[in-house]
T-cell receptor, first 113, second 114 residues
Framework: QKEVEQNSGPLSVPEGAIASLNCTYS??????FFWYRQYSGKSPELIMS????GDKEDGRFTAQLNKASQYVSLLIRDSQPSDSATYLC?????????????FGTGTRLQVFP | DAGVTQSPTHLIKTRGQQVTLRCSPKSGHDTVSWYQQALGQGPQFIFQ???????QRGNFPDRFSGHQFPNYSSELNVNALLLGDSALYLC?????????????FGPGTRLTVT
């Protein structure tokens, strides 16, 4: 089992719709969860972090965390063509006082006009 | 407020050569992590530096080594380059312990090994 799993997509949604991106992880001890957006040929950009069960909203983005189910998701409301990118889920694992990120392979989102 | 910077942007090397990549962390950050991202994959953790020491290493051979300087900047060295080392190399910095440990990435260095 992979440590962090995401559907590779592509996920295609029309402009103005809600895009739902999902991620599962295997390490029950993980405490910190992040969503990065990566445009083609660019580096990952941090868009959301979540540490507690429940929802966290920031503008059009909502991150949802369920530690019991080892599941984290990202909702993008009112999707825009500029949201078309690969979304990487990252889970922080702590060992030897080091916080390293384990990434999924990413979900490619396509928003069409 | 400058973000994470990396140099060079692109690099082409031949098998067997050695390469050094450089990273300057975001202002106020003292921890630097290096990641390798192959095409179509998520970034993979190489190692992390804090207080000029390597704190942890991912599943990478000893050909990959690094260094952190007193000003928190860092270098990644790769010896005896293989074709499979072709990837985007990402540096990420994070703030001192006790503050939210979000990692911010630099623009990356695209390494091509021929």
């Amino acid at each position: 089992q992979k440590e962090v799993e995401q559907n590779s997509g592509p996920l295609s949604v029309p402009e103005g719709a809600i895009a739902s991106l999902n991620c599962t992880y295997s390490d029950r001890g993980s405490q910190s969860f992040f969503w990065y957006r990566q445009y083609s040929g660019k580096s990952p950009e941090l868009i959301m972090s979540i540490y507690s069960n429940g929802d966290k909203e920031d503008g059009r983005f909502t991150a949802q965390l369920n530690k019991a189910s080892q599941y984290v998701s990202l909702l993008i409301r009112d999707s825009q063509p500029s949201d078309s990118a690969t979304y990487l889920c990252a889970v922080e694992t702590q060992s030897y006082n080091t916080d390293k990120l384990i990434f999924g392979t990413g979900t490619r989102l396509q928003v069409f006009p | 407020d400058a973000g994470v910077t990396q140099s060079p942007t692109h690099l082409i090397k031949t098998r067997g050569q050695q390469v050094t990549l450089r990273c300057s962390p975001k202002s106020g950050h003292d921890t630097v992590s290096w990641y390798q991202q192959a095409l179509g994959q998520g970034p993979q953790f190489i190692f992390q530096y804090y207080e000029e020491e390597e704190r942890q290493r991912g599943n990478f051979p000893d050909r990959f080594s690094g260094h952190q300087f007193p000003n928190y900047s860092s270098e990644l060295n790769v010896n005896a380059l293989l074709l499979g080392d072709s990837a985007l190399y990402l540096c990420a910095s994070s703030p001192p312990s006790g503050t939210p440990d979000e990692q911010y990435f630099g623009p990356g260095t695209r390494l091509t090994v021929t």
